[in-house]
Structures are given as structure tokens and as C-alpha cells.
């Protein structure tokens, strides 16, 4: 009984509550939700309210619906659509904050009030910053209105109104696209494993990749998820809600990148000042190598934001926006209005998997570094 | 932590209305219509002194989050004693059907409502044989709104049926206006939907539509969307950014010609942006329409397991009493259910409108839930965004089709 120690006990007490309610609150529903997903509740008017609902289990019948079924195409676009806009929104708050972050660098006049300024977006919420850039970008005002200040003809750019999109592909395709890209990615993670000599770790990848991209090519084409070729791509209705969203966190992913610049020790650059590097050399051979792992963090926290967005969208183009909608507010108009729990409940359980894609390396990274240090 | 914050409220508000000689009523009624509701329910307390009247208001998104937070609160077991809810289907396709309700049947036959209700406004809100709820107010979908100084300026009438409609909306456009109509967003293209295909399929093939007879496959409805197709391609492209008001704005302004909307734009121009009736704007049916009133209504119901049930049945027989109407309605800018209500009190617009009322073959409107359940409404409205943008009628009235089948319409 040496673990146990008075000490160790009092922990675990003080701990009990929070693992329980832990459990309950969180893994207990996460659990719930997976259950219900893989039922009909819902699906039958009658039982859908009910108060004791003849709920069946059904499988995987409503993810074989959301992603093949003739009715969900909406969904289909908004899976692509949180795709595009994920990406977009890393990248401008990534460029625009280590941008910031560089110019602050350089211990510019008021530098503290510039760092303020920068970060004042990130203190509101989404739903105040949404309504800010809704006025902004309303079809005849704001934004658009910007140019007759100077004289010119006010601009006619739908911002969350334009029902165009660029980039589409066929929905069809997707499976032999995801297993392409999978496949190429496996067979240069054993192309790595072979030239560093880990035999079993290059011939697992080279055999997996192999299978992929064989099944890519003899079987993908003939797999038809729907009956009609059904085009997805990036809504350009999305363009102003990147931005606000954009506008929103780039102080923050600055304040992350400014940390990273100052944990740089002065001597590192010094040393490279001796040794003769230019401005541009050093900043590229030292310092951007350096701030890697902000980076990394930062593209983490910033895409699982950009996963689950829901109040932005909602607060500035409203539930009923198709061609600026994203799964998280599929889900609450599912459940809530449409009273299909079981195919709210996979839609929230797709996020789930989607944001734990980028959580769970992550997480797991960590804890293998910590354990290092410990 | 949004599903913690209803349950939160839906506990705070539960335990509030278990004390006796109380009555709890939830409705998204604020704002604007907040006066209506508090002469109600002040009219409920001359009546029945003593009954502390919980008025549990859930406001914004036009009853979006009022109905989150019930059908949290009702799958938990805390109804609240009466629950505002739209007409019809709304009702009968969610509470109804769940056997969440309780009859009033023997309410309207003990109180006389069977003779001054339209017998098509009972039907509407009759489903297995009983009749699920009180309708307070009447408001009219297939109204198409304009500018008398518009239409003298341009020199065109307004058009009778949609065929002249999209001749007018040529004229126009060779006159110089580039979007003869118009809609804001997408609720109101579902709006505009619904008068097209009553103005189209005609008052019974809009109501076959709904009971089956009549199939969205059907070549005359496929061909009903092919001319909204046309008629919104006499629409402005920045749909999706406007609200109602906004659209109702470019009435007044003379940037467009026509806006089919709901009555309630008759307040929103008296009121609202202060112009007389007949010379500030003016008004006439959808085009295709003039014999059919297009109704939508807001009732209250009884469910199952209401705590205070006494008190409840009591604040229906106000709802449903001409003086209850008479005090709820010209507050709201609605018009009373029954047929015998004192036009003394009513508005301009409210006059003409009642007068249809009590004239007109009278038919439920899709997307303000009077003949389709939600089920159908709230996905239909993903369909109506890809068909505007796509024009394919035969793709789209096979999903409709489709979705019809799944929300059980027809059967």
C-alpha cells in the first residue's frame, strides 16, 4: 500500500469530483451521441418527440446518408466548405500574425499599444464580431461603399450574398481523391522510413500505400457514391466571413508568434550577425526555423476553432445561408428544427472525428515531450 | 456549454411556474410584438384575478431558439403550460404526432368556435380526428407589396397572373430597372415560392400537393418551378444579404417594383417608415391569387402532462373569445380567426384583409408552417437555394418529392 500515501489520497479525493463530472459531462455524452447517431431517432415524425421515442439502432445508415444521400447534399458542401475555409483561415492568420508579430519585433514607437490594438479583437466574441462585419459587408454599404470616399463607383462584390463558387470538383471523385492523397503521403512516409534504414516501418507504408493507390486506380473510378454527378467547391460567400474570422484571431496567433520571437536568445542572433548573415539570412536560417513549433501550435488551436465555427457564421450570414453554411449549425438546425437527432447526432460525431484528426496527434506529441522532461 | 445554458433555463424556467394558481406561457412574442401579448395577458387577469402569469419569452431568429429551447424542455418532461406554435402542421407534424397533445375538441364545441371559425382554417388545424390548438391571429402570405409613384413613373399596372407578371418584369427591365422584384433572404424566396405554385397549381392543387393527390414529379408542378425559375430571374442578386425590411425598402425607394410578402410589411410601412396606405405603398394579391387567401396563424395548444391545466383552458377561451382577438390582433397588426370580429378597431390594411378573409377559398402556407411539417419546411429551404442557383426543375422537384416521402406528407 506504499502508493496510496496520505497525500496521494487527499489528491485523489480532490480530484474524484472533477473526473466524475468529467466523465459524466463529457465521455458519458460523447458516448451518448456516438449511440444516438447510430440509431433511427428521428428519422419517424411520430417518434421523434415522443416522450418515451421506439428508438432502433440502424448502424451506420445516417453517415452513409450524410455522405451519399440524395437529400444531404447540403452537408456535402459544407464538409467541403469547412475544408476551404480552414485552410484560408490558418494561412491569413498565420501570415498576418507572424507579419504583425515581426514589425513588433523590431521595438517599434508604442510598441505596447500597438500589441493592445492588435489583440483587442481576439477579447469579443464571435457573435459581436459577426455583427460588426455583417454591417461591414452588407451588399450597399460598408466595404462596398469604401471606394466613393475617394470618388470611385461604390464596388458590387456579394460579400456573403454572391452564390458563386470556384474549384469544384465532383463529389463522386472524392474517394478516389482521399485515397490518392493518402496513398502519396504513405509511400513518402516509407520512402523516409527506407533511406533512414527502419525496414518493417518502409515496408508496412510502401505496402499500404501500394494497396491505395492500386485500389485509386482499378477500383476508385467505378465507385459511385451518387447516382448524378454532384459539384462541390469553394463558395465565394465564404471570402467575408474568412476575413472577420481572420481579423478576429490574428492578434492572438501574434501574441504566440511575439512569445517565440522573444524566448529567442539574443545571443543566437548576435552570433549570426558575426558570422555575417544578412537580415533576410537570418531570419530564414535562425529564426523562421526556431518558431516551427509555434507554428505548429498555432495551426492547431487556430483549426480546431475553425472546425466547430458555428457563432460567426450564424451572426453574420443566419442559419439559412446555404453557401455560407458549415456542419456545426447543419447540426443544430437538424436536431432542433428538423428533429433528426440521430443525423444531428453524426453530424456532430463526423466533427468529433474531424477535430480530434487534429487534437489527438497533438495531445499525444505533448505528453511523449513531457514525459521526456519529467 | 449551449446545450448546458438551455438546460439551465429550461430548469430555472420549470421551477418557477410549479407554485399553484399560476400559468406559464412560452412564446418568442417581444419586441415589437411584446405590447400584443401583455394586453392579453392583462385581459386574462381582469378575467381571472389571482393567476400569476409567467410569461416565458425566448426571443430572436423568428421562433428558431423559442423552439430549441421547448423541444428541450418537452423531451425533459417540463412542458410549459401553453406554448405559442404556427398553425397546422408545425403543430400536428412535431407535438401531434407524438401524441404530446390533448384534443380541444370539446373546447371549440363548448365555446361556439366551430361557427365563427372558416371551416378550411379547422380543417388546417384538425388531424386523426381532433383539433389540436387555438389560433389567435391571421396573417396573409400572398400579398405583393408596391410603390403607387413606382408604377405611374414606369407606366405598367400590377400584373394579375405570373405570365403578365414576368411580361411586366420585361417591360421593366427595357425601362431601365434592373430587378423588377424584390426578395430578401432565404425565407423569403420560400415566401415567394409558395405564391408561385398557389398562383400556378391554383388553391386545390396546392392543397393536393399537400395531401398527396399530388406529386412534385407531377409535369404541372415541375412546370410551376420552371416559372419561379423565370420569376426569380426578375429578382436582385444580394438576396441572401437583406431581411425583409430591407427588401420592403427598396419598395419604398423605387429600386424595385413588386415584393411578395407577408402582411406584416403593411405594419412595417404604417408604422415603421410612416407612409399612408393606398398612396405611400400599395397592395393587391400575388399574381394567380386574388380569390385565395394564403393564411399563416400563430395558436397555442394544450400538451400533455401541463402542470396548471385548469388555468390553461381558461387562458384558451381567451385566445380564442372575440374581445381576447379584438385586443390581441390590431396590436399586432394581424386579423382576428373568427369571421365576427369588430373591424371598428383594425387598421386600413387589416379592414381590406378581413374582408378577403371571410370571402376567399383559404389555404395554409408551406414555409410558415400551416400545411407542411418542419421537417419538410426547415430542409426544403437548402432545395429552394440550389434551385435558384441551378434552375433545374426536374432535379428539384425530385428531391422535394423525396423529402415530401420522408416527412410523411400524404399519408
Partial sequence: ?374 | MKKALLLALALATAGSASAAGKLEIFSWWSGDEGPALDALVKLYNQKYPGVKVDNATVSGGAGTNAKAVLKTRMLGGTPPDSFQVHAGQELIGTWVVANRMEDLSSLFKSEGWAKVVPADVIKLISSKGGIWSVPVDIHRSNVMWYNPATLKKYGVTAPKTWPEFLSTCTALKAKGMQAPLVVGESWTQQHLWENVMVGTLGAQGWENLWNGKLKFTDPRVVGAFTTFGKVMDCANKDASGLSWQQASDRITDGTSAFNVMGDWAAGYFTTTKKLAPGTGFGWTTAPGTSKVFVMLADSFGLPKGAKNRAETLNWLKVLGSKQGQDTFNPLKGSIAVRTDSDLSKYSVYSKSAATDWKHSKIVGSMYHGAVAPESFTSAFGALIDQFVASKDSKGATAAAQQLADKAGIGK
Avoid at chain 1, 428519422?43 to 440502424?58: G, S, T, W, Y
Avoid at chain 1, 482499378?218 to 474570422?245: D, K, Q, R, S, Y
Avoid at chain 1, 524566448?263 to 526556431?290: K, N
Avoid at chain 1, 477535430?355 to 514525459?371: C, D, G, H, K, N
Fill in chain 1, 1 to 374: 500500500m506504499k502508493g496510496l500515501s496520505k497525500d496521494r489520497l487527499w489528491a485523489i479525493i480532490v480530484l474524484l469530483p472533477s473526473i466524475i463530472l468529467l466523465g459524466i459531462f463529457v465521455y458519458g455524452f460523447i458516448g451518448r451521441t456516438v449511440y444516438v447517431s447510430l440509431t433511427d431517432w428521428g428519422n419517424d415524425p411520430a417518434q421523434a418527440m415522443a416522450l418515451h421515442p421506439v428508438i432502433k439502432f440502424v448502424g451506420l445508415d445516417n453517415y452513409k446518408e450524410l455522405f451519399s444521400g440524395f437529400l444531404q447534399s447540403r452537408f456535402r458542401q459544407e464538409l467541403v466548405s469547412t475544408i476551404f475555409f480552414t485552410v484560408f483561415f490558418i494561412l491569413g492568420c498565420l501570415g498576418a500574425g507572424l507579419g504583425l508579430a515581426l514589425i513588433l519585433d523590431r521595438n517599434p514607437k508604442g510598441e505596447g499599444l500597438w500589441r493592445t490594438i492588435f489583440l483587442f479583437p481576439m477579447s469579443l466574441s464571435f457573435i459581436v464580431t459577426g455583427t460588426i462585419w455583417r454591417w461591414m459587408l452588407q451588399p450597399q454599404g460598408g466595404l462596398n461603399m469604401a471606394p466613393t470616399v475617394l470618388g470611385g463607383q461604390p464596388a458590387t462584390f456579394g460579400w456573403m450574398s454572391s452564390t458563386d463558387a470556384i474549384w469544384k470538383f465532383d463529389w463522386n471523385k472524392l474517394p478516389l481523391l482521399t485515397a490518392s492523397v493518402v496513398g502519396l503521403v504513405l509511400a513518402w512516409v516509407a520512402f523516409g522510413a527506407f533511406r533512414r534504414a527502419e525496414r518493417t516501418r518502409a515496408v508496412v507504408a510502401a505496402i499500404c500505400a501500394a494497396l491505395l493507390l492500386g485500389w485509386a486506380l482499378f477500383v476508385g473510378p467505378n465507385l459511385h457514391l451518387l447516382a448524378a454527378p454532384e459539384l462541390h467547391g469553394f463558395n465565394l460567400a465564404l471570402i467575408g466571413i474568412i476575413i472577420a474570422a481572420v481579423w478576429q484571431m490574428s492578434g492572438y496567433t501574434m501574441a504566440l508568434y511575439l512569445a517565440g520571437l522573444r524566448g529567442i536568445p539574443e545571443e543566437l542572433r548576435e552570433a549570426a550577425q558575426v558570422d555575417g548573415a544578412t537580415q533576410t539570412q537570418m531570419y530564414r536560417s535562425v529564426i523562421f526555423p526556431l518558431l516551427a513549433p509555434i507554428s505548429l501550435s498555432a495551426m492547431i488551436i487556430l483549426g480546431h476553432i475553425s472546425l466547430k465555427i458555428f457563432d460567426l457564421v450564424y451572426a453574420m450570414s443566419g442559419p439559412d445561408n446555404t453557401f455560407t453554411s458549415v456542419p456545426a449549425l447543419n447540426m443544430y438546425l437538424t436536431s432542433f428544427r428538423q428533429n433528426q437527432f440521430a443525423m444531428g447526432a453524426a453530424i456532430g460525431t463526423i466533427l468529433l472525428i474531424l477535430v480530434a484528426f487534429v487534437i489527438v496527434p497533438y495531445l499525444s506529441s505533448q505528453f511523449r515531450t513531457q514525459e521526456g522532461h519529467a
